[in-house]
C-alpha cells in the first residue's frame, strides 16, 4: 500500500467515525428524553391539571395554552404570509420591489426570538395595552413565523409549472381567476406544509411569549383572548430551573419535553411527507 | 358584470400589495420600537431616579461616572483625590445613617425637621458623600452642593465593565461583559461544530451509500426542530453533571457548558448548509482531479472543500449568527454571571439571556427596562449584519478561487 492510500484510510476511517458520533449525539438527546418521559405519558397526565405545587398531577392548562397560541397566530400567520407570498411571486414581477421584500423576509427570519419577545412586550403589550394576554403572544408569534409561511408558499407557487398559467389566460381566464381556479388548488398542498411546519416551531418557542403570554401556573382554562395562559416550553422551562422539588417534578419535566417534541417532530414529519408526494405527482404531470 | 369583476380584481390587487408589504413594516416596527425604548436610557439619570447625592459646597467635585459612584459608595475608591477632588477620605452617607446620629424626636412629629439635619451634617463633614431621597432634599444651605444630575452617556453603556441592575446609588450597565459572554459561548460554539459538521457533510456527500444519506439527512433536518427549550433541558440535567465531574468544578453550569449545546443545536444547520455545497460541485471538477491521478480524498480535500468553500463560510456565518441569538438554551445551562473577562469554566451571562432573565423583573418604562431594550437593539443589529454578511457570501459564485 502507498502513502497515499493509507492516507485515504485513515481519512475515511475519521469521517465514518465523526457521522456516527455527532449522528449518535443527536438520536442520544431524542432517545433519552423518549426513555425519560414515556413513563410519564398516560391519558391522566394529559387531561389533568398540575396539583401540589406541580410535583403531581399533569399539564393540561399547559397543552391547552399552546394549542390556543399556535391557533392564535395561525388565524393571523397564515393568510397574511400567504398573500404575501402571492403578491411577490404572481404579481410584483422582477423588480427592485421584490428583491427587496425578499431580503426584507429573509432578515426578520434570522432576528432572534427574544428581540420579538421585546418587541411584542413593547407594542402589543404596553403600547397596544393588550396586556400579557392570548392576543399578544399569538401577533409576536405570527411575525416570528410569517418567513417560513412566505417562504414555503413562493416555493410552492414556483413548483406550478407557468403553462397552466399560460393556458388559463389562453382560455380567456383573468389573472384573479387563475390565482383562485387554477394556482392555488394546485399549490395548496405544499402551502399547507408551510401552516404545519410554522405549528411545529410556534410550540416549542418560548422567549417570544415570556413576557407576552405565558403563565407561571394557571390551572383554569381561559376565557377570552385577554386572558394569560400557560405553555408546554415554558411549562419545561420553569418546571426545571425554578422548582423547590427538583427530584419531583423531574419526571412531570421529562414527559412535558416528551410532549413537546411529539407535536414538534410530527408536524415536521408530516410536512415533510405531504412535500414529498407533492413533488413526485408535480414531475408526473 | 365585467366592470365589477374588474374593481373586485384591484381591490384584491391592493390587498395582495399590501401584505406584500408585511415583514418590511414589521422590521421597520421592530426597530422604531426598540430603539425608542433603549434610546430613553441616555435620557436618564446616572442616580437612581427620585434621589441625589449631595456633597459639601467647598468640594471641587462636580459630577461623577456611574462606575466611581459606585466604587464609592463600596468604599473601592476612599479619597476624594481619585475623582479630583482634595487629598481627604472619603465619608459615605446613606439616608439611614441620619437615624443613628439623632433621635426620633429631633426630627419632629411629620419628619419636617429632616432636611434642616440632613443640612446639618453635610456642612459639618467637608468630605461628606450624601445619598438622599430627592423627598427629603436638605435644605439649601451655603454648605450643600448638589452633585450635577448627570445622564448615562454612551460610553458608560458600551465601555461599562459591570452589569448591576441592582446596584445602589448608581445602576451599573456596563454592557461589556454581556459582550465577551455572548461572544465566547457564541465562537467557542462554532470551534466545537464546526470540524464534527463539516466531518458529517463530507461523510454523508461523499462517502454515505445513496440510502444511508437520504435517512440521515431526513432525520437530521428533523433534529433541527427540536425546541431550543429542550435542548436546554438536556444540557441542564445531562451536560451540566458531565462537565462539573470532568473539569473538577464547583459547578457546572459554565461558559463551555453553553458553547457544547450550542454546538449541538448548531450541528443540523451546519450539517445541512455545508453538505449541500459539496454536493453542488461540478461533476467536471472531481472527475478531471481523478483522471489526474488523485485519489478520492485528495480529490476532497484539494477540490471539493475549496470549490465550496463560500458555501461553508456561509454555514458557519449563520451558525454563529444563530448562536449569538439563541435565548433558552444558553440561559439554562450558563450559570448566568456577568463577570469580566469571562472564562470557559465560569458561569458567564450573554446578552439574550440576560434580557429573558431580567425582563419580568424591571418595571416599565424604567432604566433597566430601557437598558434591556438596548441590548435587544445590540442583538438586533449583530443578527442583521450577520444575516447581510451570510447572503453577501452565499452569492459569490461557486467556483471562485479554484
Not at chain 1, 502507498?2 to 467515525?17: D, P
Request: charged share 15%; aromatic share 10%.
Amino acid at each position: 500500500m502507498t502513502k497515499k492510500s493509507i492516507n485515504e484510510k485513515v481519512a475515511f476511517l475519521i469521517f465514518r467515525v465523526l457521522g456516527i458520533v455527532v449522528i449518535g449525539i443527536l438520536f442520544w438527546i431524542l432517545g433519552f428524553i423518549i426513555y425519560n418521559g414515556i413513563g410519564v405519558i398516560s391519558w391522566e397526565f394529559l387531561t389533568t391539571e398540575p396539583t401540589e405545587g406541580m410535583t403531581a398531577g399533569g399539564i393540561f392548562p399547559a397543552i391547552m395554552g399552546t394549542l390556543t397560541l399556535v391557533l392564535g397566530s395561525m388565524v393571523v400567520a397564515f393568510p397574511l404570509g400567504v398573500m404575501s407570498a402571492i403578491y411577490t411571486q404572481e404579481y410584483a414581477g422582477k423588480g427592485w420591489t421584490v428583491r427587496f421584500i425578499r431580503v426584507m423576509t429573509s432578515n426578520l427570519a434570522s432576528i432572534p426570538s427574544i428581540v420579538f419577545g421585546l418587541f411584542g412586550m413593547a407594542l402589543f403589550v404596553n403600547k397596544l395595552g393588550f396586556g400579557d394576554s392570548i392576543i399578544a403572544g399569538s401577533l409576536t408569534l405570527s411575525l416570528l413565523v410569517l418567513p417560513v409561511v412566505i417562504r414555503t408558499t413562493e416555493e410552492a407557487l414556483k413548483a406550478i409549472p407557468n403553462s397552466y398559467r399560460t393556458g388559463s389566460y389562453a382560455l380567456g381566464a383573468t389573472k384573479l381567476q387563475t390565482i383562485r381556479k387554477v394556482i392555488l388548488p394546485m399549490a395548496m398542498p405544499n402551502i399547507f406544509t408551510g401552516l404545519i411546519l410554522s405549528i411545529g416551531r410556534v410550540s416549542g418557542e418560548t422567549a417570544p411569549i415570556l413576557f407576552t403570554v405565558a403563565a407561571y401556573f394557571l390551572p383554569k382554562l381561559p376565557s377570552s383572548i385577554f386572558d394569560q395562559v400557560m405553555a408546554l416550553p415554558y411549562h419545561l422551562y420553569v418546571l426545571a430551573t425554578s422548582g423547590a422539588n427538583m427530584e419531583q417534578t423531574r419526571p412531570i419535566a421529562y414527559g412535558t419535553a416528551l410532549v413537546l417534541i411529539a407535536i414538534v417532530l410530527m408536524m415536521n414529519l408530516l410536512a415533510s411527507l405531504i412535500r414529498r408526494k407533492m413533488n413526485k405527482k408535480l414531475k408526473m404531470q | 358584470m365585467k366592470k365589477m369583476r374588474r374593481i373586485l380584481g384591484k381591490i384584491v390587487e391592493g390587498m395582495l400589495t399590501l401584505s406584500g408589504m408585511v415583514t418590511t413594516v414589521t422590521i421597520l416596527l421592530i426597530i422604531i420600537f426598540l430603539f425608542k425604548e433603549g434610546a430613553g436610557l441616555f435620557k436618564s439619570p446616572v442616580v437612581e431616579e427620585g434621589y441625589q447625592l449631595y456633597v459639601h459646597s467647598s468640594n471641587p467635585v462636580n459630577s461623577l461616572t456611574p462606575i466611581e459612584i459606585k466604587q464609592m459608595f463600596d468604599v473601592d475608591i476612599d479619597n476624594w483625590k481619585t475623582v479630583g477632588g482634595e487629598n481627604s477620605e472619603i465619608m459615605v452617607f446613606r439616608f439611614d445613617d441620619i437615624f443613628n446620629l439623632y433621635s426620633d424626636e429631633e426630627f419632629g412629629s411629620d419628619y419636617e425637621l429632616l432636611p434642616v439635619k440632613l443640612e446639618e451634617v453635610i456642612s459639618q463633614n467637608k468630605n461628606i458623600i450624601a445619598f438622599l431621597p430627592s423627598q427629603y432634599a436638605p435644605k439649601a444651605g451655603v454648605n450643600v452642593k448638589n452633585i450635577e444630575a448627570k445622564k448615562i452617556s454612551i460610553f458608560d453603556f458600551f465601555g461599562g465593565k459591570e452589569w448591576i441592575p441592582t446596584s445602589k446609588p448608581a445602576h451599573q450597565f456596563g454592557v461589556l461583559p454581556l459582550i465577551w459572554g455572548t461572544l465566547l459561548v457564541s465562537i467557542v460554539a462554532i470551534l466545537i461544530a464546526l470540524p464534527l459538521g463539516i466531518g458529517v457533510a463530507i461523510y454523508l456527500s461523499e462517502l454515505a451509500q445513496n440510502r444511508a444519506r437520504h435517512y440521515l439527512k431526513f432525520t437530521i433536518e428533523l433534529l433541527a426542530g427540536i425546541p431550543s427549550v429542550v435542548y436546554g433541558f438536556f444540557g441542564l440535567v445531562v451536560i451540566v453533571p458531565i462537565v462539573q465531574r470532568l473539569f473538577q468544578l464547583d459547578v457546572g453550569e459554565t461558559a463551555l457548558t453553553g458553547s457544547i449545546i450550542l454546538a449541538i443545536m448548531a450541528l443540523p444547520t451546519i450539517i445541512t448548509v455545508s453538505e449541500d455545497a459539496m454536493r453542488n460541485t461540478p461533476k467536471s471538477l472531481r472527475e478531471g482531479s481523478l483522471a489526474l491521478g488523485a485519489n478520492k480524498w485528495q480529490t476532497i480535500y484539494r477540490v471539493v472543500i475549496p470549490s465550496s468553500i463560500s458555501g461553508i463560510s456561509a454555514a458557519v456565518v449563520l451558525g454563529i449568527g444563530r448562536a449569538i441569538g439563541e435565548t433558552m438554551a444558553v440561559l439554562m445551562v450558563t450559570g448566568n454571571a456577568a463577570i469580566l473577562p469571562p472564562s470557559l469554566f465560569e458561569p458567564v451571562r450573554t446578552i439574550p439571556a440576560t434580557i429573558a432573565a431580567e425582563l419580568g423583573e424591571a418595571p416599565t418604562g424604567g432604566t433597566h427596562y430601557q437598558a434591556l431594550f438596548l441590548l435587544g437593539c445590540i442583538l438586533f443589529v449583530i443578527t442583521m449584519v450577520i444575516s447581510v454578511v451570510a447572503e453577501m457570501i452565499s452569492k459569490k459564485p461557486q467556483n471562485s478561487g479554484v
